[in-house]
């Protein structure tokens, strides 16, 4: 008796698709592009927020009401330190120790700040963001007059917006900060020129991101 054994068709391969020519180059480009913009991204985020949210609060500065906070103190120099004050004027340095009283005296940090130094006072500014404070001695009869001024946490924050009285580490984080914003928005318009042929309002949006305040510069800005 004889057995008839169906076989099964072999399967067809299909035909693998060509690669575009400069996929590679282009899947390279895509992925160096997405890790700087989510690098600058992660560096710059919170930095971001507060310098969008400052820039709010300083374009209506006028608008948000502020109280300021002012408090003045007095004390009278020790003799032997009133005697050791150099007879000059210009700007200069307060001496060690009576740099060291006027820190203990008043709760402050004078080290490193040039006085306006003149025939009959001492007066050492001391500006820092959010306020400032001033000491003023009297050098005739040794009195020392303390004054600070609190101008609240928006201003202090506005006053970080602006590198004001911030000092030199500051300066380097705004210089830092503002690298990575231009890392993360060129890295972003690189990610709109790769995706444009799949979006077609990319370009209708970008070009009104840049007509639009422009405009609005020429119209209403003299």
Not at 37 to 55: D, E, P
Not at 120 to 130: F, I, K, Q, S, T
Not at 207 to 216: D, K, N
């Amino acid at each position: 008796m004889t057995t008839d054994t169906a076989t099964a068709p072999a399967a067809v391969a299909k035909p693998k698709r060509a690669a575009k020519p400069g996929g590679a180059a282009r899947g390279f480009w895509v992925r160096q592009i997405v890790s700087w913009h989510w690098i600058s991204a992660a560096i710059s985020l919170f930095g971001m927020i507060v310098f969008a949210v400052t820039g709010i609060t300083l374009n209506h500065a006028g608008d948000i009401a502020a109280a300021p906070v002012v408090q003045e103190h007095t004390a009278t120099l020790p003799a032997n330190l009133l005697s050791s004050l150099p007879h000059e004027e210009g700007r200069h340095a307060l001496p060690p120790a009576v740099a060291a009283w006027a820190d203990r005296e008043f709760s402050i940090r004078s080290a490193g700040r040039e006085a306006e130094w003149s025939a009959d006072e001492v007066y050492l500014a001391m500006a820092r963001p959010g306020g400032d404070a001033w000491i003023s001695i009297d050098r005739a009869t040794g009195e020392v007059v303390h004054e600070d001024t609190w101008r609240g946490w928006i201003a202090y924050f506005n006053d970080l917006h602006k590198g004001r009285n911030t000092g030199i580490t500051w300066a380097w984080f705004i210089d830092i900060f503002a690298v990575a914003c231009v890392i993360f928005c060129l890295s972003g318009f690189g990610l709109l020129w790769l995706k444009s042929a799949a979006r077609p309002a990319t370009w209708p949006l970008v070009t009104a991101g840049l007509i639009v305040p422009l405009i609005l510069a020429l119209l209403f800005i003299h």
